[in-house]
């Protein structure tokens, strides 16, 4: 468990996190989202006592991380996969890494396995792709198996197949027990991994919440038609508590009927239909929305707040 109780960090002027408090559960994946200087790496290094708080509190399983007794047990982190010996071979990093606390070539060689990396295990991590990196920096953090995981951006550079790898991964960690928290700015690759979310936007948590609770509140509930003929079908659906919404000549949305209700008209009456769908909301609507209303927000405190210059919505 990771608890962050009023977690604050100024640089000079800069208020780069903004009295933070949240909880990294065990049993889930957590998402730590946020655009480009919001304040997600300052937030991790904090918590792994690389960054002295200006005030608050970071806690890993109860106590500031920089006390662990045994620190490689209790938490492993991937900060940067750059951060290696290019020179040396992914197994001598590995076993290099473990030799500090006792961990020989067995768990090496299972941690690599489980990476997907064994086949290229002797080769020199310099010649490594981004992706292939990546999964030696979560081999790296996965080696004395620990209980909480930090990974800050994992996901950066890896293929398709890499994402969906990296997901049942973190499942994996997670439905064991598990601590595990990862940030990105990426919205469509932490809809596909994360559980739970925690937004932040200019060192403030702007949600903190199940990441379908999330993109729920989004939905419009909406329909969208597109038809050759769109405006006899849109005379059809008209009535009350239906409102009728062109995009363009052939293509409408509707609310207050639902998609069968739709259908069921169109083919009564012998209308084609080129597309009907249920206008699906995805996280990406659903961070716009909220960071929408944190710029406005932001807009209207300007002559009061002073530091941060990024706008939470920035990277979007
Ligand atoms: N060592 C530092 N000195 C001064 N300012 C810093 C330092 N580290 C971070 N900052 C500032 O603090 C703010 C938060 O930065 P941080 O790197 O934590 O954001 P982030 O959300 O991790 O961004 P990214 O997605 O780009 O990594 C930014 O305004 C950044 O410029």
Redesign the pocket.
Known sequence: MIELNQLT?T??E????DAVTFTVRPGVVTGFL????????????MILGL?RPTAGTALVNGHPYAEAAAPMGELGALLDAKAVDRNRSARNHLLALGATVGIGARRVDHVLESVGLSEVASRAAGSFSLGMGQRLGIASALLADPGVLIL??PVNGLDLDGIQWIRSLLNELAAEGRTVLL???LMSEMQLVADHLVI?GR?RILADTPLQDFIDSSSTGAAVVASPEASRLAGLLAGEGVTLTSREASRFEVRGLDAAAIGEVASRHGVTLHELSSSAASLETAYLALTRDAVEYAGTTQQTSHQ???QPGE?A
């Open positions: 960090k640089y000079g800069t208020l780069a996190v946020g655009p480009n200087g919001a304040g997600k790496s300052t937030t991790m290094r960054d800050d951006e940030s990105s700015h932040i060192g941060s210059t990024d990277a």
